[in-house]
Every structure is written in structure tokens, then in C-alpha cells.
């Protein structure tokens, strides 16, 4: 099996030690899985592997609809759809077909995370977006070896959702959530 060639500098291996700490990681928060629909996908993630889905979501303004899933001891899995053919989720199907998205990580300061991307010899993807609390920036994959990889900050109060928003809305509809799957799938549901 090839693997996709990283386009970086010619840094040493030595020089990037420690990029970790200037990075500024504080926690994965989810890798995401794009799929062409997400009921077909639920079976296996629940049924089989023991995730509990948490919620979903839908961004039109983006054109995917998604749903957040807890994996048993610990971490969350995203898988999205696209709802139009026209989006970046439907041109990533088309292109390269179901499986790993994204990888997103929480860091400290996304400013600082950028600058430790371009000391080590890699132009941030998209720059530093900032809108509504809310900044990011990413790894494209050509520059990674095929993973696209964002960082966030949640930087104040949102006047709209956005996927980290989206993860605290998912906790608390969990219980609700699950009680709907349960019944789907003909399971008694938990005692409150």
C-alpha cells in the first residue's frame, strides 16, 4: 500500500520537537467520517460497536446534515451526509467515496496553533477563520499525507450553531435521543 507523499518543508526531525507543546493540543474532539447516508451507517456503529447516538444536526448553509455518536469509554464520532449534490461533503463522496473526513482537536490559542503549523513548514489551509466565537484553522490533506486535520478555539458566545456548539446541544438531548433509538430498535428503554 502507497501512501500519499507529505508536501512539507525540509525541516529535521530534531527542529520539530516540541512543535506539540507550540501547537497547543488540548483534546481530540472527534474524528468524522462522511458518508453517502447516515442510516445506513447507525447499525453497524450502534448495534455493533455499542455508540450511543447522541443527536443530530443539519447546517443547510454548508449542505450536510450529521449525526454525533459517543463511543463507549470515551471520544466522539461524527458521520455527516451531504443534503445536496452541490457541497463540499457531496464533492468529497464523489472524488475519494466514504470514509475518513476529518480530525478535529481543540487547542489553546488557534492563532498559536497556526504559527506552529507554518514554523514547521506548512501554510495553514483557509488561514485563520474567525465568525462568531468561533475560529478554526486546518491541515489540507496534500500537505498531511491524506488526513485533513482542524483545530479550534471557541473564542465567546455563538449567535448561531456551529459543530462544537453542536456537541454541547448533542449532550443534552442525549437521554431523548437515545429513548427514540431504543424504541427504533425495539429495545426497552433505561429506567430514569
Known sequence: MAF????TSRMKVEDALGT??????????HVCWA?????????????????????????DEAGYRGVGL???GGGQIEVLEPLNEDGFLARFLRDRGPGLHHVTFEVEDVDQAAQAIRDF?????GGVQRSHGWAETYIHPKDSGGVLFQFFTEEGPHD?????????????????RQRELDR???????PE
Open 160 to 176: 448561531h450553531e456551529h459543530e462544537s456548539d453542536i456537541v454541547a446541544d448533542i449532550r443534552e438531548m442525549r437521554e431523548e
Open 35 to 59: 458518508v453517502r447516508h447516515i442510516d445506513d451507517v447507525l447499525p453497524l456503529l450502534t448495534g455493533l460497536m455499542g455508540m450511543r447516538a447522541a443527536g443530530r444536526f443539519q447546517n
Open 70 to 72: 459517543d463511543v463507549p
Open 121 to 125: 513548514g506548512i501554510e495553514p489551509f
Open 20 to 29: 506539540n507543546e507550540k501547537i497547543g493540543i488540548k483534546r481530540l474532539d
Open 4 to 7: 500519499a507523499p507529505l508536501r
Open 184 to 190: 427504533a430498535l425495539g429495545r426497552t428503554p433505561a
